[in-house]
């Protein structure tokens, strides 16, 4: 043996040697080592990746239910039925993309991200295409193809797209989360301008349809090839077997002690109460700009302002709250709100319809991205995230199916618009202040 590889290898000693006194000597100072066997939070590329994926899947699902406003005024001059009527389908629609979440999440849990996500979209793109060949005028093909089909399809892979993403931020959960969501905002940009464009042209509503359907496909797939999970039960191969032992649970609590665990339990309750009427101008601020004979220009980019402006909500609130906590943000944030939607009675012009969607939007959008980073500090092991999640966002969408149904029927033909925003403001806002405290 020559001489340089014995002075080769005593270095090589040398340096682990020094390497096992640093980590021995910070542990004992109560300074914490990273491992190889510990997961790695907060960047990378597999995290950014699982971002995309899920901000073209929020884009793809809850931007398209965001935009309803542009489908609510449609079939109501084509006489598909009354303002209530058609709101059930919007309102179905955007609960099940929350309502899915339960059986989703359990999923999700037992490591089948990928199988819901491909067959949840599916069966999305396979109800755009039913709703492109419908006949608008029979209420019932409508209902089936746009409430039930695209909302069960939609919301199956919503929520998991969302979830995941704890896998991957701890610090900066609240803002990847928010980033994700915004998605849906851009959605709700890009979905009620397309729309108004093509159905409201030459195109006509079946092309109208098919071409968003034909886009949101090709989305979809992107999307599912860029997200990534981390963890899947021990039952299961783990993916990432580096992050086994921080996968494992010490012990899985029931679902009812999920349920009625109080921060939980009151968290739930409060934000179902509030989206009774949070979703209220994204069904029918359209059709209000309409209504009161406004530009029709305004008609056409009100929704496209409002889900703009609730971009910035959904960044700027999240990275607040990731710095001064979820709940110190979220529940003044759904007060604000509720509170706001009184501004529209006084909306009467062009200049206030615009200062009403801007300043509604950056909230409300705020309120929503919140719900779930909150939800997040509630779970005890990684383990049960999406049950969590999934149980959290099914009890809200009972408030989502019936809030605007009820502020359809308030409506009325003769378009009595106080009553709808005055219970829509009132009702839902005072309740959802005494839960968050």
Known sequence: MSCSTLHSTDDASSTTLRSAEDNLSQKEAGVAVTTASEPR??????????????????FCTFGAASSFGVYQDFYTLKGTGSSSAIAWIGSLQLCLDFAMALPAGKLCDLGYFHHIQIGGGLLYIFSL??????????????????????????????????????????????LAMGVVISGGSWGGIIYPIMLNQLVQGSVGFAWGVRSMALMTLGLLMIANMCMKPRFVPS?????????????????????????????????????????????YPNFYLQLFVTERGLSPTLAFYSLAILNASAIFGRCLLNYAADHFGYFNVMCPVSVVSTGLLFCLLRATSVGGVVAFAIVYGFFSGGFASLLGPSVTTLTKDISELSTCMGVGFFATSFGLLLGSPISGALLGPSFAW???????????????TNACD
Do not use: N
């Not at 909302?151 to 969302?162: F, M, R, W």
């Not at 032992?245 to 899985?252: D, F, G």
């Not at 106080?418 to 009702?427: G, N």
């Open 129 to 174: 295409f039913m709703l492109s060949i419908t006949d608008v005028t029979k209420y019932y093909q409508v209902f089936l193809s746009q409430g039930v089909g695209v909302g069960i399809g939609s919301g199956i892979i919503y929520v998991p797209a969302l979830t995941i993403q704890a896998h991957h931020w701890k610090k900066r959960r609240a």
């Open 235 to 279: 039952s299961r191969k783990t993916l990432d077997s580096a992050q086994a032992k921080a996968s494992a649970p010490t012990r899985k609590r029931s679902l009812s002690e999920i349920i009625f665990d109080p921060p939980y339990f009151l968290t739930v309750l409060g934000s179902c109460l509030t989206v009774f009427g949070l979703y």
């Open 41 to 58: 939070y907060d960047g990378g590329l597999d995290a950014w990746l699982t971002v995309l994926g899920g901000w073209l899947i929020a």
């Open 418 to 432: 106080f009553k709808p925003i005055v219970f829509s403001s009132v009702r839902p806002g005072s309740r959802s």
